[in-house]
């Protein structure tokens, strides 16, 4: 049974096209994350939901677009992608945003061409 | 501002060797303390969380860690390392703004026969 679960694994497309990463978490948890990975491997924020509300935009550029249709779902949309934008995005959950672990997907690696 | 300082980026120990991986943290309040570990090709695992109380917190796959506030440390130790625990290991820090988390630079871990 898993958990957070992120589909693709891995994305490949060219500078300047559409794409999402899509996520979604069966452990009833309200509190939805994503998380940016680099090349570096250093994990930054870019947004969090809870309860279908965002609560946290980390100053990313427009062109990142989270979308929750529901607690169980966040979904990743990037318009125009650019060479920076490659990397490994990690979405994550939790219950609430106080003191409860982040529970983490296997990561979308996002390769631009 | 609230930050996770991990100094080592790499460390190499040998199987059945004891380990200790430092991590520094920057918060006025008490914190939230995490320890993660990511395999290659892996999402984050949780090892162990500190919130308050006992300051050597117990974790999974045989990881301790111990909370000191005069020193604003919570480094992660093991008794003796296994080949298995050859991966990257994150301190994370509650933030008190949405719950994000606020990771360290991680630390590469690398047992040797």
């Known amino acids: 049974d898993t958990a957070v679960s992120q589909t693709p694994k891995y994305l490949v497309t060219q500078m300047g096209n559409d794409k999402s990463i899509k996520c979604e978490q069966n452990?009833?948890?309200?509190?939805m994350y994503w998380y940016k990975q680099d090349s570096k491997k250093f994990l930054k924020i870019m947004f969090s939901?809870?309860?279908?509300?965002?609560?946290i935009n980390e100053t990313v550029p427009n062109r990142f677009s989270p979308k929750s249709p529901d607690k169980a779902h966040l979904n990743l949309h990037i318009n125009s992608l650019e060479l920076g934008d490659s990397a490994v995005y990690f979405c994550?959950?939790?219950?609430?945003?106080?003191?409860?672990?982040?529970?983490f997907g296997d990561g979308t690696r996002l390769s631009i061409l | 501002a609230q930050s996770v300082t991990q100094p080592d980026i790499h460390i190499t120990v040998s199987e059945g060797a004891s380990l200790e991986l430092r991590c520094n943290y920057s918060?006025?309040?008490?914190?939230?303390l995490f320890w993660y570990v990511q395999s290659p090709g892996q999402g984050l695992q949780l090892l162990l969380k500190?919130?308050?109380?006992?300051?050597l917190v117990q974790g999974i796959k045989g990881f301790e860690a111990e909370f000191k506030r005069s020193q604003s440390s919570f480094n992660l130790r093991k008794p003796s390392v296994h080949w298995s625990d050859a991966a990257e290991y994150f301190c994370?820090?509650?933030?008190?703004?949405?719950?994000?988390?606020?990771f360290g630079q991680g630390t590469e871990l690398s047992v040797k026969p």
């Open positions: 994550a959950s939790s219950l609430g945003y106080s003191n409860q672990p982040q529970h």
């Open positions: 452990l009833g948890h309200d509190t």
């Open positions: 939901y809870n309860n279908k509300e965002l609560i």
């Open positions: 918060y006025g309040a008490t914190p939230y």
């Open positions: 500190y919130f308050s109380g006992d300051t």
């Open positions: 994370a820090v509650r933030s008190n703004q949405g719950g994000k988390l606020i």
